[in-house]
């Protein structure tokens, strides 16, 4: 997403970028799609200054540039043996996407489990982009 972000801000096509990452994970959390923001806004910075660019946020900057999480709200039923061993769990989970359905992870997490996931679209603002 990154690569795209650029070519997009530079209006150049996606194979004339190229995006090296140093090392990803840590810090305030999904770095698939909050980074692009960073990387199209110091790539324009850059291409406009022709030098590098460094962009450092504290952590209520970044909050507020990149959002929060989805709200969630989980039903749930365990399943045990008299003996306390776990032989099942049924969950229905529902997320409130706002008025964007964007960057749920959720599908990814809960893709070995017997689930229902549902995303509902509302009125709310995205809290993600």
């Known amino acids: 997403l990154g690569q795209f972000a650029v070519a997009g ?22 770095k698939i799609s909050r980074a692009s923001q960073v990387a ?13 660019v ?3 946020m504290d952590l209520e900057s970044n909050m507020k ?3 929060k999480r ?4 989980a039903k749930y039923t365990v399943g045990c043996t008299k003996a306390g061993i ?3 769990i049924k969950i229905d989970v529902y997320t409130d996407a706002g008025c964007s359905s964007n960057d749920s992870y959720l599908p990814y997490a809960l893709r070995n489990l017997d689930n229902n996931l549902q995303k509902l679209l509302s009125n709310h603002y995205s809290t993600r982009w």
């Open 86 to 88: 776990l032989n099942g």
């Open 40 to 52: 199209a806004a110091c790539a324009l910075g850059s291409y406009v200054t022709q030098r590098p």
């Open 65 to 67: 540039m990149v959002g």
């Open 9 to 30: 801000i530079l209006g150049i096509p996606e194979n004339k970028v190229t995006v090296v990452i140093k090392r990803v994970g840590g810090a305030y959390g999904s």
């Open 54 to 56: 460094r962009l450092h």
């Open 70 to 73: 989805y709200p969630y709200y």
